[in-house]
């Protein structure tokens, strides 16, 4: 039996971190979206109760650090599950880029596995399991648009933003959210205006949208590298509505309300960046 997922990338429209917690993580309050950029996770049922990974890129581990694999294994030992699976995933979404990559192959293996094994498990299951993975892969196996609180476990979920075009700029550099998070003062930075963000998007109001971007973790990120607030201004400069760092970074999102704009936003940051993408916010009621 084969079943396969698709595993979107995300992006964040607002980040705030309110303070740290004592298990070492931070409280925040984001609001997330998805993007039609995804990953593909192929499952093949196995009958040698193994959990085997192969990825498309070399650069990603296909051991028990894939998050993919720890999804499986976690489904196994707590379910009970005697059968194997074979894992084949197809990398699409840059790596250590702050668009959840890793955390959304988790996700869409937990779902994809539900079904294989006929686990029977709600939707809220699945996300509660997938928080124990990492702190975004409960708002991934959700996916659509959401205000992620807690560590990034606890989802509502909120209307989808009016269709835009977005582009993702990716320099590269590898970030490590946790060390991001580390060097993050949350006593010294300017708050998110979440509620009004939310507001926005519930009125479909793009402008507000755009002016309401904002994400802390820049302020660690972009003193740490440079090139990403290189690549914020071109994105800026090249004519986006709205731009902004996604998650912990290093990759730079750009809304592009028209298309007859899009060439000239995607063309400028070519010249500046391999990694460009020309992608669209997947709305809830988009199939995935
Ligand atoms: C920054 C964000 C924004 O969406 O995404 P990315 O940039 O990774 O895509 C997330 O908060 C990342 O979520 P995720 O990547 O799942 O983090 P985890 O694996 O749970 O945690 C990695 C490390 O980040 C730090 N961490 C994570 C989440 C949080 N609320 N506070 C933290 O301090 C902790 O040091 C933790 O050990
Ligand atoms: N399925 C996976 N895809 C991508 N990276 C993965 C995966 N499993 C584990 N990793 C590891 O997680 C880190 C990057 O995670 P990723 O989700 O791509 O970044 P981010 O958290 O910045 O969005 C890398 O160190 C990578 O080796």
Redesign the pocket.
Known sequence: MRYSVKAPA?I?LS?DALSKRPD???E?A?I?TMVDLADRIDLTETNDDRITVDVSEGFVPNDHRNLAYQAADLLKKRFNVKKGVSIYITKRIPVAA???GG?SDAAATLKGLNQLWQLGLTQDELAELGAEI????SFCVYGGTALATG??EIIQQIASPPPCWVILAKPPIGVS??DV??RLNVQDVQRANTKEMIRAIEEQNFNEICQNLHNV?ETVTLDMYPEVRNIKEQMIRFGADGVLM????PTVFGLVEHESRLNRVYNGLRGFCQDVYAVRLIRSSDTC
Do not use: F, I, Q
């Open positions: 995300k964040n980040l070492g993580y931070h925040v984001m997330m702050g668009l959840a955390s990492g702190s975004d892969v560590r990034g959210t946790a998070y580390k973790l996604s998650g912990s970074g």
